[in-house]
């Protein structure tokens, strides 16, 4: 049984994954910051459907809190699938944005890859197997008004993995990212109601977390071991 740590775990899509990979006979690492109650909730449901699982909380954007955790997880074993799915939005215009708006964003999304991956390369190297995955967004690849905070960090992203997919590519370990676009969720549903998907998506729909669940589950298996450094969108043919 392979251990997965899924950061932003209590979230829509965090949830679904780790629903997905505790079916798949991973042993789940529910990550949360401010919502270790939902967190542990969830790893009461995988439990009560007969997976393995695990909460745990600490703030991603904070190097020292990161690597004291991390060393905890660490001591029952390396942890081999590694699922980044931390991110925070704060939108506005460049125009108006606010320094904080703008250095918040990035700490979750891309100092916060960064804060977990680190620590977890060496132990996941040594066994010669791992998957590391980053949640990116199509607005780190098209771009979107109002979120060049959100998009530059998921850009980066893409640019962080890739490189790293190179690096540890002999070792066994793939590294990919996923773009979605829009999929229904808490904070997808307070921004776009149904006329404006189907205006947007050419599917006529929002994607769900089941779906993207589906591709990481993929990504994580032995059959997906020649597929490294990619960038993989899903997001009904929006681009």
């Not at 505790?22 to 909730?41: C, K």
């Not at 703030?59 to 955790?69: G, N, P, S, Y």
């Not at 773009?179 to 109601?193: K, L, Y």
């Amino acid at each position: 049984m392979k251990r997965a740590l899924i950061t932003g775990g209590s979230g829509d899509i965090g949830a679904a994954i780790c629903l997905r990979l505790a079916a798949s006979n991973h042993h789940v690492i529910v990550h949360a910051n401010s919502n270790l109650a939902r967190a542990e909730t969830l790893v009461q449901e995988i439990r009560s459907l007969g997976g393995s699982a695990e909460a745990c909380s600490f703030d991603v954007r904070q190097t020292d809190t990161c690597l004291q955790a991390l060393e905890k997880l660490l001591a029952d074993g390396p942890i081999q699938i590694l699922i980044h799915n931390a991110g925070i939005h704060s939108d506005a215009p460049l125009a108006g944005m606010q320094p904080t708006q703008w250095k918040e964003v990035i700490d979750v999304s891309l100092n916060g890859f960064y804060n977990v991956t680190q620590s977890l390369l060496l132990p996941m190297m040594a066994t010669r197997w791992g998957r590391i995955i980053a949640i990116s967004s199509i607005a780190g690849i098209m771009g979107n008004r109002g979120q060049a905070n959100y998009a530059a960090a998921k850009a980066g992203l893409h640019g962080a993995c890739k490189s790293l997919a190179i690096e540890i590519a002999s070792r066994g370990v793939t590294v990919n990212t996923i773009a979605p676009g829009i999929i229904a969720g808490r904070m997808t549903d307070q921004v776009f109601d149904e006329k404006t998907i189907k205006q947007i998506v050419p599917m006529k729909r929002a994607g769900r977390p089941e779906e993207v669940a589906s591709l990481i589950n993929y990504l994580t298996s032995d059959e997906a071991a020649y597929i490294s450094g990619q960038i993989l969108s899903i997001n009904g043919a929006m681009a």
